[in-house]
């Protein structure tokens, strides 16, 4: 894999970790619901959808390879839109 690809990779992985604590915030309200059976089951729709869109995508721009440093990277979005955009100001 060239440096080009890994860093697209890397940027696509970091902008999905954002895109997915958004959705997750969007979520939160159902996931959260006093349903057993339905946060159960829209739990495993959002992770599955999820993990899905993330490797399609990723296949798409060097052929659904993930290295460790990709997942660090979408852990790292994450983070960074829970401090930047999600924190509560006081």
């Not at 696509?12 to 979520?27: R, V």
């Not at 159902?30 to 729709?45: A, E, G, P, Q, V």
């Amino acid at each position: 894999m060239t440096l080009i690809i890994q860093i697209k990779s890397l940027a696509f992985s970091f902008l999905y970790g954002i895109f997915f604590a958004f959705t997750y915030k969007l979520n939160y309200k159902y996931l959260t619901s006093r349903m057993k059976f339905f946060k159960l089951i829209l739990s495993l729709f959002f992770i599955f959808d999820h993990v899905l869109l993330y490797f399609i995508l990723l296949s798409l721009i060097n052929n659904g390879i993930i290295h460790l440093y990709f997942l660090i990277t979408f852990i790292l979005g994450n983070i960074f839109y829970v401090y930047l955009f999600d924190s509560k100001k006081k």
